[in-house]
Nanobody, 127 residues
Framework: QVQLVESGGGLVQTGGSLRLSCAAS????????MGWFRQAPGKERAFVAA???????????SYADFVKGRFTISRDYARNTMYLQMNSLKPEDTAVYYC?????????????????WGQGTQVTVSS
């Protein structure tokens, strides 16, 4: 049974930082595409960042335009854990952040390519 468990959300002031973690279990994730999506109140769930498998031992990283230069995604394959370092946070970053995984191929920036979701972690940025 696949499980994705997020942690690290919370309340932070504008300009602050948070680090989200996603612990994955239940199967091998070395060939999985994994990423982060977020959903703000009243809005659709949106892509944030992803690390996608290119085959062999190569991976690609992609970001939504609105987080480029501020967020950094990374994966620890030995620990089956993914991270999202969020710096220079803005009130508009306030949302529930979801860990996502899938094996359906690239790109991994749309909901249709996600097979597994975490329960989400709340990030609130105060102005």
């Amino acid at each position: 049974q696949v499980q994705l468990v997020e942690s690290g959300g919370g309340l932070v002031q504008t300009g602050g930082s948070l680090r989200l973690s996603c612990a994955a279990s239940g199967r091998s994730f070395s060939k999985a595409n994994m990423g982060w999506f977020r959903q703000a109140p009243g809005k659709e769930r949106a892509f944030v960042a992803a690390v996608t498998w290119n085959g062999g031992i190569t991976y690609s990283i992609s970001y939504a335009d609105f987080v480029k230069g501020r967020f950094t995604i990374s994966r620890d394959y030995a620990r089956n854990t993914m991270y999202l370092q969020m710096n220079s946070l803005k009130p508009e970053d306030t949302a529930v952040y979801y860990c996502a995984a899938g094996y359906l191929g690239r790109p991994f920036d749309r909901l249709s390519t996600v097979e597994y979701w975490g329960q989400g972690t709340q990030v609130t940025v105060s102005s």
